[in-house]
C-alpha cells in the first residue's frame, strides 16, 4: 500500500494563478479531508468528503473548491491564487473517523 | 469561543526523562482525542487515541489521560530520547462529519 500520496511536493504561483492539489489513497477509505498548515499553527480544515460523490466545508474553505468523483481521489483546487494561500497543505483520510492518516504535503507558495 | 490550547513553548528536556505535554480545550464535547507526532517537512502520524469513558492509556513509553472534567489531556513519554524530538499534535474528534479539530501543537526537543 502506498498509503495517501500528494502531488506536487512544491509549487511555485503567481497571484491570479490556478492550480489542483492532487490527492489519492488507495487504502478504500470513505472519508478524505484537506487541510492547511501555516507555521507555528495547528491544522486548518478546508473541506473533505464522507464518501464519493459528497463533499462538505470545512473552517477555511473560502478560496478552494474540492471533487470526489471516485473514493480514491480527492483533489483540491485553487483558483485566483493569492498570497494568503501560501501555506503547506496536507491531504489525510480515514476509514471510520477514528486514525487518520496523513499525506507528505505539498509547499505551496503564491507570489 | 472554541479553543483548544498546546503549550505555546517548546519543551526542552534530558534524555531518560518523562517528557509531559498538556492539551487543554473549552466549549467541545469530543467523544475521543488523539494525539498526533510531526517531524519537519512530513504529514502528522497517529500515535494515540483515547476515548471520552476512558482515564488513561498506555502504548509503550507513551501514556495518555483525559480528563473531562477539567477538559484537559496530558501526553506523557517516558524515558526519552533524542529520537523522540518532535512536534506533537492533540485532535479532538468531533461527531458531526467525523472531523478533526487541531492543537498547534507543542515542539519537543530531547537533548543527550
Known amino acids: 500500500n502506498a498509503g495517501v500520496t500528494q502531488t506536487p511536493k512544491f509549487r511555485i504561483l503567481k497571484i491570479g494563478q490556478s492550480m489542483t492539489l492532487q490527492c489519492t489513497q488507495d487504502?478504500?477509505?470513505?472519508?478524505m479531508y484537506w487541510y492547511r498548515q501555516d507555521p507555528g499553527m495547528g491544522l486548518k480544515l478546508i473541506y473533505y468528503?464522507?464518501?464519493?460523490?459528497?463533499?462538505d466545508k470545512g473552517e477555511v474553505p473560502n478560496g478552494y473548491n474540492v471533487s470526489r468523483s471516485t473514493t480514491e481521489d480527492f483533489p483540491l483546487r485553487l483558483e485566483l491564487a493569492a498570497p494568503s494561500q501560501t501555506s503547506v497543505y496536507f491531504c489525510?483520510?480515514?476509514?471510520?473517523?477514528?486514525?487518520?492518516?496523513f499525506g507528505p504535503g505539498t509547499r505551496l507558495t503564491v507570489l | 469561543s472554541q479553543k483548544i490550547e498546546q503549550n505555546s513553548e517548546a519543551l526542552n528536556i534530558q534524555e531518560g526523562k518523562t517528557a509531559t505535554l498538556t492539551c487543554n480545550y473549552t466549549n467541545y464535547s469530543p467523544a475521543y482525542l488523539q494525539w498526533y507526532r510531526q517531524d519537519p517537512g512530513r504529514g502528522p502520524v497517529f500515535l494515540l487515541l483515547?476515548?471520552?469513558?476512558?482515564k488513561e492509556k498506555r502504548k509503550e513509553r507513551l501514556k495518555v489521560t483525559f480528563d473531562t472534567t477539567l477538559k484537559q489531556s496530558l501526553f506523557h513519554i517516558t524515558a526519552s530520547q533524542p529520537a523522540d524530538s518532535a512536534t506533537y499534535l492533540c485532535?479532538?474528534?468531533?461527531?458531526?462529519?467525523?472531523?478533526?479539530?487541531f492543537g498547534a501543537g507543542t515542539i519537543l526537543r530531547v537533548k543527550s
Open positions: 489525510a483520510s480515514t476509514s471510520q473517523g477514528f486514525e487518520q492518516f
Open positions: 483515547i476515548r471520552e469513558n476512558e
Open positions: 468528503s464522507v464518501g464519493a460523490g459528497i463533499t
Open positions: 485532535a479532538l474528534f468531533l461527531e458531526y462529519g467525523n472531523k478533526l479539530v
Open positions: 487504502m478504500n477509505h470513505n472519508y
